[in-house]
Structures are given as structure tokens and as C-alpha cells.
């Protein structure tokens, strides 16, 4: 009865904790949406707006690049600039050059960007060639912008070509003949920095209309382009009679360059939007009515009771059932718990729901799992340490008796005036000290050196000197880092495979230098080589002796070291020798911890 209890208490809990933080959030968010919503919504719509004017300024940034790209294709015509350049006579230029504005203004331009005239002038304003499209006796155009046969804001270019200004001119001028404005670009042409004349494309003016009309929010609002100091070059939607003096003050403070400061500017019925382009000093200008941004506020107003009300009622009806299902899994996990507590440890959770109920028994029956796998095997762990312990007490015992051995028997031997037995001695006693010390498995360049030069002084008394060796080490990398016994089991190779059967001189040659960012050693024999076959072999199975590392050991160390580049090579002909190519990456000793810890391979 008191568990019956127990589970009641737990599933009102957590049906009043669903029903509470449902209706507490639904209660509070229409209390606050009443107050908030029509600031938020009218704040969106502002900012929404805003984002599309500025989308709007980059489209027609790009459309003003691809004006300036063509005019500057004239820099292709090198002979044109030449001419400019030497100050020819406008006579001279226009006998010469009178095709170049058609052949432009036909070849450069796509047939979207409307191009409509194009003029090239002189850095002293006089005129070289002219190209008019689709000139009628009632739409034309005017065959020099200075011929003041119609009033083409010519001043402004020549303004413009007076200044220091190099960024290309937007401006526009009104067509009496078309009755439309034409947009206007005017592109410097310089050579090592002084200007040596320009060019004037007109453009029709729809093509940044259509660019505008995609970022228009409805017929009632009025946009318009126009840059600093100079008249607007197109606009689109209604002007209503109310904005009208507004928008006239508007586009005179741009005329005179004083821009309005910030970008959006509120009034009683309107907003003012204002997106600036630095770059060709051509601003975006749009005159809103204020109802258009608030008439959203109203309908969602109206809705947002019933929404309430509507989820409040759905919260209680689905709270109890749900509140219901989560009890009786935990309720059931507890149980089982509780008999795992005490002490059926082999017991798992079972029959679990595909939910996150289920996949927290999932988890905790992999949890049980795991911890008895982790005692068996700190268990087992114990017991190979203890091993090791024991093994390593041993092993430490037989290598000592060896060095000391031996650096008494090079003593008695030197007493004895034995030298050659003496120093026999010493060598092999630092063979057997450097391969046995295994407290570092990284070795230097230099130490490797030291520890084959004890090897080959063995060798030669063994041999008699029979063999010749060279040593070509650069100084520079006598200091790098390179696994332990890597080099003597390849010129051990060299003897016991290349040289056993040799007649004649017998020669081995020790290289090591840096290539790039990479360590490489080479030992090179002249005995009697061997086969592909024999070559691909050796890197993939052991062919030395017992007692020896074979290169397919060396091999496979270093790939797993360093990765699947590096490792051994092999170059070798039959009866002329062998090279073996040892090549690793560069590490020193101060360095290769921290590599061993960032690049080993488990």
C-alpha cells in the first residue's frame, strides 16, 4: 500500500509539472506577445526590408561591375593605348580608331545590360568614336556628350575627369528624345598612372529597374537610385502626393551629399530607408508607407487567444496518459535496480520501449556490462604486472654480468698487452650495452654511427678486413632522431647477403643526409645483387638470420612509426650491388616526445 501510494505521488507530480509549465508557458507567452507582438512584428518587417534593399544593392553592384569589366576590355586594344598614350592628335585618332566605340559597345557587353551609346574621348575631352544603337529621327542620341545639342549632365563627367577620382563614375541623364532616363558609366583609362582618356557608356535604365522591381515590397512603395552630388538615375513604384515633398527634400540633400545619416528613418504614416555602396557612391533609396509593415499585427492579434486556449485544452488531454506511460517504466527500472543492488549482478533490464526510457536500460545494462569486463580485466592486469615485475628483475640481472664480463676481460687483456683482444672486447661490450638498453626506443644519428663503427670492428676481425667501408654523414643531421638499431642490420645485410659470395674488392658505403623535410640513409654495397623477386621478399618476410633484424622488420617498424610513406627501398642488379634507401621525417631529440605522442601508431 505504501509503494501504491509512492507511484500515485510521482504520477501527480508529474502530471501537475506537465499541465503547469504548459499553461504557465501558453499564459505567459499571450500576456507577453499582447504587449510585444506588435513591436516585434513591425521591428521584422523593418529589418526584412532593410535586408532586401541591401540585396537589392548588391545585385546592382554586380550589374555596375560587369559595366565597368567591358569598358575595361578596352586596355585589350594595346595599339588604342598606345596612341592615347603618345598624345596623337584627336584628327589623327578619330581617321584611325572611329570603329573601336561599335565594335565595343557590340562586343563587350551582353545584350542584358542594354548598352545604348558609347562614347571614347581624349584625357581633353575630345571626342575619338561614337556608337549609337537603334538611332531613329525620333529616339537618338547625341553624337559627342558635349555638343549641347541636348542636356546631358555633361558636367558631371567632366567633373569627374578633372578629379583625382580613379573608382568608375555612375551618373544618368534625362533623353528628351526617348523620354526616359539613361544610366550612365565612365571608366578612366590611365598608363603608369596619368590619364591618357576615357570612355562613356549610356545604358538603358530598365535593366536596373528590372533589378529593382525583385526587392520592390508592393506597388504602394517608391525606390529609387541615385549617387552622392548628382540626380537620381531610375526609380521605381508610386509616389503618392504625401511622400511626394518628402522624397524632393530627400533627393535634394543627395544631390548636395548630405546623405541622411542611419538607414532607416521613421515618420507618422512613412519610412525612410537609405542602403549606401561605398564603392561606386551609389545609394538605395526607398519610401514606405507605415501600414504596409503592420498589417500582419492585426490577424496574428485576433489568433493568438484561440491558439491558447486551443494548446492549453491539447496540454490536459495528452499530460495524464503520458504521465501514466513514464511511471510504469520507472517504476519498473527501479525494481530492478533495487534486486541488482542487492547483489543479483547478473541481472539486466528486459522487455524495454523503443524511446529514451529504453535507451537509458540500454545504457545501463552496457554500463553493468563494461564494469564487470573492467574488473576482470584490471584483475588480469594484476597478475601480467606482477609477471612483468618479475621478468624485468631477471632480465636485468644477465645484461650487467655481460658488461661486466666483458669490460674485465678487455682489462686483462690490455694488462696482458693483448690490443687487439682488448679493444674487442670494449667494442662488443658497447654493442651489447646499446642493444640491450631499452629505456628509449629513439636513438640519434650520431649514436647509430657509434654503435655500427663498434659493429664493423668486430666484423673486421672476424674477416680479416676484407671489407672496405665509407662514411659519408652530413654534419647537419648527426643530431637527428631515428629508431634504435636501424642502421647496422642494414649494412649487416649488406655483409651477410651482398658481399658473402662477392670476389674481388669488397666495398660498403654509409650515407646520410637530409632530402626536404626528410631523413635519409643509404647503405650501398658492390656484391652481387639481387632479383625483383628476391628484392620483394626481403620487405615482406624475414630472410635474415636468427640472431639478426631483417629489413622487413626495419620495414614494417618504420611504416607503422611514421606511416605507409616511408620505410625501406630497395635498388639492386644482379652482380654490380644494392643500395637500401632508409627514409623517415626529420625529428630531434627535443622534439620527439611530443611527435611520439601527436603521430605514433597504435
Not at 569598358?71 to 598614350?85: A, G, M, P, V, W
Not at 522591381?213 to 537610385?225: C, L, N, Q, R
Not at 698487452?417 to 654493442?431: F, P, R
Request: a negative charge.
Amino acid at each position: 500500500m505504501k509503494e501504491k501510494k509512492k507511484n500515485l505521488k510521482m504520477r501527480g507530480k508529474i502530471l501537475a509539472l506537465c499541465l503547469g509549465i504548459s499553461l504557465s508557458a501558453l499564459i505567459l507567452q499571450t500576456v507577453l506577445y499582447l504587449h510585444t507582438s506588435s513591436t516585434l512584428i513591425y521591428k521584422e518587417a523593418k529589418e526584412e526590408n532593410l535586408r532586401l534593399m541591401e540585396n537589392m544593392q548588391n545585385e546592382i553592384e554586380s550589374y555596375a561591375k560587369s559595366m565597368e569589366n567591358g569598358l575595361l576590355r578596352l586596355y585589350n586594344q594595346s595599339e588604342f593605348i598606345s596612341d592615347l598614350r603618345k598624345d596623337l592628335p584627336a584628327e589623327i585618332l578619330r581617321s584611325k580608331w572611329n570603329r573601336l566605340a561599335f565594335n565595343t559597345g557590340s562586343e563587350n557587353f551582353d545584350t542584358s545590360l542594354s548598352v545604348l551609346a558609347l562614347y571614347l574621348y581624349t584625357a581633353d575631352n575630345e571626342i575619338i568614336s561614337t556608337y549609337r544603337k537603334a538611332v531613329t529621327p525620333k529616339h537618338t542620341y547625341p553624337i559627342d556628350i558635349y555638343d549641347g545639342t541636348q542636356d546631358t549632365n555633361a558636367q558631371v563627367v567632366k567633373d569627374y575627369v578633372a578629379s583625382d577620382d580613379s573608382v568608375m563614375l555612375v551618373s544618368s541623364y534625362y533623353n528628351v528624345y526617348r523620354q526616359k532616363d539613361v544610366a550612365r558609366f565612365v571608366v578612366k583609362l590611365y598608363h603608369n598612372r596619368e590619364m591618357i582618356g576615357y570612355a562613356v557608356c549610356d545604358t538603358d535604365e530598365k535593366a536596373l529597374r528590372y533589378l529593382m522591381k525583385k526587392y520592390t515590397a508592393g506597388g504602394e512603395s517608391y525606390v529609387w537610385i541615385q549617387p552622392g552630388g548628382d540626380r537620381a538615375i531610375t526609380a521605381t513604384g508610386e509616389l503618392s502626393e504625401d511622400n511626394r515633398t518628402y522624397y524632393e527634400s530627400a533627393a535634394e540633400q543627395i544631390m548636395e551629399e548630405d546623405v541622411r545619416a542611419g538607414q532607416v528613418e521613421e515618420q507618422e504614416n512613412r519610412v525612410f530607408f537609405s542602403v549606401q555602396q561605398d564603392k561606386y557612391n551609389m545609394g538605395s533609396y526607398a519610401l514606405m508607407p507605415r501600414r504596409l509593415l503592420e498589417k500582419n499585427q492585426r490577424t496574428l492579434t485576433q489568433y493568438l487567444i484561440l491558439i491558447g486556449l486551443a494548446m492549453s485544452g491539447a496540454a490536459m488531454l495528452f499530460s495524464f496518459p503520458i504521465s501514466h506511460s513514464l511511471t510504469k517504466q520507472l517504476e519498473k527500472m527501479t525494481k530492478t535496480m533495487e534486486r541488482i543492488k542487492g547483489g543479483e549482478t547478473q541481472l539486466r533490464m528486459s522487455n524495454l520501449p523503443e524511446d529514451e526510457i529504453g535507451e537509458l536500460g540500454l545504457t545501463f545494462n552496457e554500463m553493468l556490462d563494461r564494469i564487470e569486463g573492467l574488473i576482470a580485466r584490471e584483475y588480469e592486469a594484476k597478475l601480467m604486472v606482477n609477471r612483468a615485475e618479475y621478468k624485468a628483475l631477471q632480465a636485468q640481472i644477465n645484461p650487467h654480468f655481460l658488461y661486466n664480463t666483458l669490460d674485465t676481460m678487455s682489462s686483462i687483456a690490455e694488462i696482458s698487452d693483448c690490443g687487439e683482444v682488448s679493444a674487442l672486447s670494449q667494442s662488443l661490450s658497447n654493442i651489447f650495452r646499446y642493444s640491450l638498453d631499452m629505456k628509449n626506443p629513439f636513438s640519434t644519428v650520431a649514436k647509430e654511427i657509434a654503435h655500427l663503427k663498434n659493429y664493423i670492428y668486430v666484423m673486421n676481425v672476424r674477416m680479416q678486413g676484407e671489407v672496405k667501408y665509407v662514411f659519408d654523414v652530413e654534419e647537419g643531421v648527426l643530431q637527428d632522431t631515428l629508431p634504435r638499431i636501424s642502421i647496422q642490420p642494414l649494412v649487416e645485410n649488406a655483409i651477410n647477403h651482398g658481399l658473402k659470395n662477392a670476389r674481388g674488392e669488397k666495398r660498403v658505403c654509409i650515407r646520410a643526409y637530409k632530402s626536404g623535410e626528410n631523413l635519409q640513409i643509404i647503405v650501398e654495397d658492390n656484391g652481387v645483387g639481387i632479383s625483383a623477386q628476391k628484392m620483394e621478399k626481403l620487405l615482406k618476410t624475414d630472410t635474415g638470420q636468427e640472431t639478426s633484424i631483417g629489413l622487413s622488420n626495419i620495414h614494417s617498424r618504420m611504416k607503422m612509426l611514421y606511416g605507409e610513406e616511408y620505410g625501406l627501398t630497395i635498388e639492386s642488379e644482379e652482380g654490380k650491388g644494392t643500395k637500401v634507401f632508409l627514409n623517415i621525417p626529420r625529428k630531434k631529440m627535443d622534439e620527439v616526445e611530443l611527435w611520439k605522442a601527436e603521430n605514433t601508431r597504435c
